[in-house]
């Protein structure tokens, strides 16, 4: 199967991506907290757009891509305690053992899902093998998850009152980070588990 990227499905997501934030930042919850959250989105966005005319990823590493900036955007809209989403926490309650708002797991899973665009970006630019792209990938994400949580910290210490509970989002868990770390690690695994089944880097190369 093909996945080389065409210029179609790139531009959809973008204009969806686009029309979601349009959304969010129409009476968002809170609106510093709005800002705080969307601000890594719009720094991925628009690094993907400048970058496009010098390196394409393929259209499956796009749209794994789009899925974290869409639901980042909801959760900045809503915060991420506050997102409805009844219909998931019945599902996902018995499973995961807490009484929550789940959102926020599954959004950290899906961030995971960025190690398959960095695994196919270092296999393509031809850094180093296969197995060492995947720890790679793997540990980058899992770095960045780390260092968001650390953000996380400092601006709800900074910010205080709602807006600082609101943007640190662990409903009252106090292994909220540590359980934040394990989805976006999992959501990681997953991801590359599927860019070694499609190989993508030799699709497009």
Not at 30 to 47: C, D, G, K
Not at 51 to 62: I, K, V
Not at 91 to 105: C, K, Q, T, Y
Not at 165 to 188: C, E, N
């Amino acid at each position: 199967m093909n996945l080389r990227t065409k210029p179609v499905l790139p531009i959809l997501l973008a204009s969806v991506v686009l029309s979601v934030a349009i959304w969010s930042g129409i009476a968002p919850f809170s609106r510093a907290v709005w800002y705080a959250e969307v601000l890594p989105i719009f720094f991925v966005f628009f690094a993907l757009v400048a970058t496009y005319s010098r390196f394409q990823f393929s259209n499956l590493a796009y749209f794994l891509m789009s899925l974290w900036m869409i639901l980042h955007l909801i959760g900045a809209h809503y915060t991420f305690e506050h997102v409805p989403f009844e219909w998931a926490n019945r599902l996902l309650s018995p499973w995961l053992g807490e009484e929550r708002n789940h959102f926020d797991r599954v959004a950290h899973y899906i961030i995971g899902f960025y190690s398959f665009p960095m695994a196919e970006w270092l296999l393509r630019r031809q850094l180093c093998g296969p197995i060492l792209a995947g720890f790679f990938a793997l540990f980058f994400i899992m770095s960045v998850a780390a260092s968001y949580e650390l953000i996380e910290w400092q601006y709800a210490v900074i910010a205080g009152g709602q807006d600082g509970i609101a943007f640190l989002g662990s409903q009252g868990d106090s292994w909220d980070a540590q359980k934040d770390i394990l989805a976006d690690t999992l959501g990681a695994i997953s991801a590359l588990i599927l860019f070694y089944v499609v190989r993508t880097d030799k699709s497009c190369a």
